[in-house]
């Protein structure tokens, strides 16, 4: 097949852009490296099977060749992202699904959109599931994402319905692993950044706040199943092993025998999600799919990637 990847050099994109090569189909990456890294693609760059497009995908992108797939993964994803992107998260949200969205239509692609779990917000339903419509504070910092996702996927059922397009949309819920990038600004990369300079690992709040982190690859491998899978509607991927923040930074410092790190608490940031927990009733039926990697292993094969990288200790 040949495949369109929107961030294509982000942190999951470069994961999906090395899956798919390895299955020996065409990969055209798009990205304008706001947040992607060319060190996350180098492994490839030069593949016969891979092409790189530096571009920005809010801005019109004409393809003349045939499509099998467009993924629209391009956005800023994490807080400390954007909110310094504000206006070009909202855009990529907004005018890239839109300029994606023709691509796929334009070509005879199928059309995979990366959605998030911060379309629940704050939710007041545990664990999510896809039906709850969620609780989203639009004119909060962190309503440049959430509401970019939440039109997202507003447009990408609207191209269905209206076009017949066939679509997908994944609900990506916190996801870690090799990279990410060390400045990122969330949970795990920060604590891990933190241990291995020894300074003080920074929790916001009281730590009691929880997340459900899934590995990489058990989300690449989710995210090819709903490639294949006969279903429109959203479909929430993530690991439903659900800890606390706290918990997260004791067992990242555990792993740092002998370090000088201390656990050290800040204030909450405005419309931080207290709980955070995929239902994956859906996935597990339709998908036939389900995580397998345990957060120890997980996190032990992240730390050794970040120590082999000369920046985290910088």
């Not at 309503?143 to 447009?155: H, I, Q, S, T």
């Not at 916190?174 to 920074?202: H, S, W």
């Not at 459900?212 to 006969?230: K, N, Q």
Request: hydrophobic share 40%.
């Amino acid at each position: 097949m040949k495949i369109l990847i929107t961030g294509g050099a982000g942190f999951i994109g470069s994961h999906l852009c090395d899956r798919l090569i390895g299955e020996r189909h065409t990969v055209l990456c798009v990205d304008n490296f706001i947040t992607g890294s060319e060190s996350n693609i180098a492994s490839f760059l030069h593949h016969p099977a891979f092409q790189l497009l530096r571009h920005d995908i809010a801005k019109p992108l004409e393809i003349d060749a045939p499509l099998d797939y467009v993924l629209h993964f391009a956005s800023p994803a994490s807080p400390k992202d954007y909110l310094r992107y504000p206006i070009q998260t909202l855009k990529v949200g907004s005018l890239g699904t839109l300029n994606a969205l023709g691509i796929a239509k334009a070509t005879g692609a199928q059309f995979l959109l990366a959605s998030t779990s911060e379309v629940y917000g704050d939710p007041q339903v545990h664990p999510q599931t896809e039906d709850y419509w969620g609780h989203v504070n639009p004119v909060g910092p962190r309503g440049v994402y959430d509401e970019a996702k939440r039109f997202a996927e507003a447009l990408t059922m609207a191209y269905h319905r209206e076009h017949g397009l066939k679509t997908h949309i994944v609900r990506i819920f916190n996801t870690y692993g090799p990279r990410m990038r060390l400045n990122d600004g969330r949970a795990v990369p920060t604590f891990i950044g933190q241990a291995l300079r020894g300074e003080p690992l920074t929790v916001f709040g009281d730590g009691k706040q929880t997340r459900s982190f899934c590995y990489v690859d058990d989300l690449i491998e989710g995210i090819r199943r709903l490639m294949e899978a006969p279903i429109h509607e959203p479909v929430n991927v993530g690991n439903p092993d659900e800890r606390s923040v706290l918990e997260i930074a004791t067992l990242i410092l555990a792993s740092f025998k002998g370090s000088k790190s201390r656990i050290e608490f800040r204030p909450l940031p405005q419309d931080d999600p207290k709980q955070r927990k995929p239902d994956l009733t859906k996935a597990k039926t339709v998908l036939k799919w389900q995580p397998k990697v345990p957060l120890d292993e997980g996190l032990s094969k992240t730390i050794a990637w970040f120590r082999g990288q000369p920046a985290a200790v910088a």
